[in-house]
């Protein structure tokens, strides 16, 4: 099973408003505890460490990317 990276959500802001509301009163901490687990949870749900790999890097990339046009 190939990373999907086009996009692929039915409802995508309904699912971003989630993600707001899910961190909503959480203090710093308590949010990237919640990213932990949520990333956890759904890398449990992928189960392929090749795609979970990809998106590893490809998450990385973009990151390290956007710090070196800064």
């Keep these: 099973m190939p990373l999907v ?3 692929n959500l039915f409802v995508p802001d309904d699912f971003y408003e989630a993600l707001i509301d899910a961190h909503r009163d959480l203090g710093p901490a308590q ?3 919640l990213n932990a687990k949520l990333i956890l949870l ?3 749900h992928v189960g392929d460490f090749d795609v ?8 990385r990339a973009s990151v390290t990317a956007k710090a070196g046009a800064a």
């Excluded at 979970?52 to 998450?59: G, N, P, T, V």
């Design 5 to 7: 990276t086009q996009a």
């Design 31 to 33: 949010s990237h505890e």
């Design 42 to 44: 759904l890398a449990n």
């Design 52 to 59: 979970l790999r990809e998106a590893l890097d490809a998450a």
